[in-house]
Structures are given as C-alpha cells and as structure tokens.
C-alpha cells in the first residue's frame, strides 16, 4: 500500500513501535504528519494479523489518546477499557477516587493528581506483570502520554539483561502507536507512511466503490486521472471510490461505467480549480460534493444538513465527561440518530423541501435513507453488539445471538468530524440553515427524544 519507510516492525530491540506519515509541508521536519494516509488502519491490520495475535498470546487492547490533555479521570477511564479488552482479567480494577479540596494551591492538586496516576500505573503494571500483550495507542500527540501507558516493573538492570539475553518473549507489554507527531519516537522505531504509488490507488478505488475489478475502470485513463487529481491521498481516494458506487448504484438510466467515471473526473477537476470557497482543502471539497446529490436536477443540502448536526448535537466533545469511554467520536444508537434526523426534516421543511419533490411527499423515508447513504459514503460506520445467550448450547452460532442486538453509528475519521463542525459553523452556503443551529437542533432533538421515551421506567 505505498511507499513504507523502515519496515523493521517489532524487532525485539523496543517494546515500543511508531506508525506516523509524511509531512503535511513538503520538506518542513518539523510539521505533522499528514491525515487519513492510514495510520490506525494499519495499526488495526497489523493487530489481526494471525502471526501477532500467535505472538501477544495473552491479548491485544486498543486504546484511543487523542490531543486532550490526559488527567486523572481520563486517564484511569483509559486503563479500565484496556484491562476489559483483555481476557485473562475478570472484571474491572478499582482505582481511588481523587477528591477536590476547596482552597487547595492548582500547583499541589497538581502534583497530587500526579500521585494517584502514578499509583494507578503501577497496579495496571502488576496485573500485566509475566504477561505477553500489544497495546496500540492510537493518535497520540506528546511524549508524555507513552509515559503513562509504559507498564515497566521496576526490576534491577541485570535482571532485564539476563531477560533480554534468554530472548524470552514472556513478560512484555509492547506499545503500538499512531501519530502525527514525526519526532515522537527514534527514526528506528518508526514506519512512516506515504502516499499510495498509482496502481495501489486505483485498486482502493476500484474496491471502494463496490464494483468488481473485472469493469475496464481498473485499466481505463479516467480511473488514473481520478487517483492524480486526489493526489493518490487514501482517504481522499477512498471517498471518491464510495462516491462514485453511490452514483453507480443510483444511475439507473446510465448504462456505461465510463460515463460514470468521466463524470467524477470533470466534478473533482472542477473542484480543484475553483475558489469559490476559500480555505477549504481537496477534502472538503470532495465531501461537499458527494453530500450533495441532485434532487429535479438541482443540488440538495439534506445530507450536509444532517451530517453537520449529527456532529453538532452528538459529538461536541466540550460536554463530554471524562468519564465516558475513550472511543471518539462516539457511538451513537442508529434509534437515537433517527428522531435527530426525522426532527430535522421537520424542523427545516420549507427550506429543505420544495412541494412536489420527492422528499416532501416522503420525509419518512428519506430519514432512513440518510445515515445509509452517509454509511455508503464511508462517513458513518455501522456498528453492531451481539448479545450473548448463555443457556444456548446450540451450533448454529446465529442462534447465541439475541435478536434484539444494539446497532450503533460512528464518524469514520476525525476530518470527515471536522467537516461536519465546518458546515455547521463556517459553510456560506448552509449559512440561513445553520444560524443558531446548535441551540434550536439541541432543542429540538431533546423534546422529540423526550416526548418518544414515555417507557422509560417500563422495566
């Protein structure tokens, strides 16, 4: 998949790998790598693979980092998902509770908060002690967040040499982390990776957009003009691959995939040559344009509307406590995304909706029909929970499964999320939609949710 620089990988040498990428800024050793080149795609590939899960025999574990500032409370909600990823723990550890003192100096709740995450690292340190685990840290920014998750015992020099010269593998907590800080490791213990090379861009393209590789796409002049003009960016690659599936799947009176394909390549050239929109990069403009399909011939912002206030009203991470799992953005019950989008439908009809059209005479419908184009979009990903049956001893492993499994949805990358603030608060064209969007989408969503819920207490 590309160009990978230092593929030396787990070499035994540092129980501490890097996946970072190129510099966002051509010859700038000090700008951050660049975003959606694949990073935690690659860590996800390298934790599935059969030879790693053979070698971490004792569990793999995931943890989201992020740019917030690691305190108490986040820190220890962080060691309890990693320990309930694990399977040899049963149950969750109990870590002190630290209280605020009224009056007390910033300095010394400081350096207090300090002793209990140091103390909660050690009791992690212990119960990983003599065991085998990979613990990828995903979009770490600063060295000092290794620094909490390096579950080291404090054990003599020659005791870890002798260890180290038995070559045995017993006993080591290895990290694997992401991130766009370049420098956050020695070169040795970092792969970088770079842009995809041209044929591996059409292949994401021809697989991303559902189309088997058999079409004369994969081999056709508008395929590779496609992959430049996204500068063979994996994400931006990707998301032109699922545009273009949308459109195929849709174009009932259009026979020909070349005509398809041409009609991406002129959309995608007639964004990069326009300045319509200041300060918006290749990205924005290739999600503004597949969130806006062609309604009686005339662009629609139903999907952008949508997409901004799931963003608005689900993933504002300034209400977020820290106690809430680690996972952002986060999941949200598809249910739950139904009433905000059927809410907004109504909401915004006049503006949304001319008479006559297709989704005036069905809103219901299309309140379906958003999150999975959004999902077909590769926006939102579809998530499902299996709830275990454990008095079925039965084979057919459907039947464990109880029927009335949670379906969650979640943002895919964190650009697609900063999109979404974008056409909530800066999108000129979304501007008469969106003027006190948070407070009137807020609103409304917590007085339809409110008015459903009347079987709260049913159980």
């Known amino acids: 998949r590309g160009n ?59 943890v989201n980092v992020g740019p917030k500032e690691m305190n108490y409370a986040r820190y220890t909600q962080c060691l309890r998902e990693l320990i309930s990823q694990l399977e040899f723990y049963d149950g969750v550890p109990l870590f002190a509770e630290l209280l605020h003192t009224p009056g007390e100096p910033l300095s ?19 119960l ?23 579950f080291a015992p404090a054990v003599p020099v020659s005791m870890v040499r002798t260890a180290s010269s038995d070559n045995s593998a017993d006993g080591k907590a290895t990290l694997l982390v992401t991130t766009r800080t370049r420098d956050l490791l020695p070169a040795a213990d970092t792969v970088e990776l770079d842009l995809l090379e041209e044929q591996d861009a059409i292949r994401l393209l021809v697989n991303e957009s559902g189309l088997s590789s058999d079409y004369a796409i994969a081999e056709s002049k508008e395929a590779l003009s496609v992959v430049r003009e996204c500068a063979n960016h994996p994400l931006a690659v990707k998301t032109v691959g699922r545009w273009l599936g949308l459109k195929h799947a849709s174009a009932g009176i259009i026979s020909s995939v070349e005509e398809i394909h041409e009609d991406v390549a002129n959309s995608i050239d007639r964004i990069l040559k326009s300045g319509d929109i200041q300060g918006a990069d290749m990205m924005y403009e290739i999600m503004s344009m597949s969130f806006s399909p062609a309604v009686n011939g005339e662009p629609t912002n139903v999907i952008k509307l949508c997409f901004a206030a799931f963003v608005t009203v689900f993933c504002n991470e300034e209400y977020y ?12 019950p598809v249910s739950t995304a139904d009433v905000l989008f059927e809410t907004l439908l109504e909401l915004e009809e006049d503006s949304l909706f001319q008479e006559g059209s297709l989704f005036y005479t069905q ?12 999902s077909k979009l590769g926006v939102l990903k579809v998530i499902t929970t299996y709830s275990g049956d454990s008095g079925d001893d039965s084979s057919n492993s459907t039947s464990r499964y109880s029927l009335n499994d949670s379906r969650f949805l979640q943002i895919m990358h964190f650009i697609q999320y900063e999109y979404g603030e974008y056409l909530a ?6 501007r008469p939609l969106t ?22 207490d049913s159980e």
């Open 128 to 150: 990983l002690q003599n065991r085998n685990v990979l613990i990828v840290l995903d979009d770490v920014y600063f060295e000092s967040e290794l620094e909490w998750f390096t």
């Open 363 to 374: 809103r219901r419908e299309a309140t379906i029909l958003i999150p999975e184009a959004l």
């Open 425 to 430: 608060k800066e999108e000129f064209g979304m």
């Open 321 to 332: 406590s820290d106690f809430l799992p680690s996972v952002y953005p986060p999941m949200i």
């Open 4 to 62: 990978v620089r230092n593929t030396s990988g787990f070499s035994g040498r540092s129980s501490m790998v890097a996946i970072s990428s190129v510099p966002e800024v051509l010859n700038d050793p000090d700008a951050y790598g660049m975003r959606g080149i694949g990073k935690s795609t690659m860590a996800a590939m390298v934790t599935s693979h059969s030879d790693v899960r053979r070698y971490f025999k004792d569990g793999i574990a995931w």
């Open 108 to 126: 010394r709740r400081k350096r207090r908060e300090i002793g209990f995450m140091i103390y909660a690292r050690d009791t992690v340190t212990e």
């Open 435 to 456: 003027d006190d969007a948070e407070r009137r989408w807020n609103r409304a969503f917590a007085t339809a949710y409110l008015r459903q819920a009347a079987d709260w």
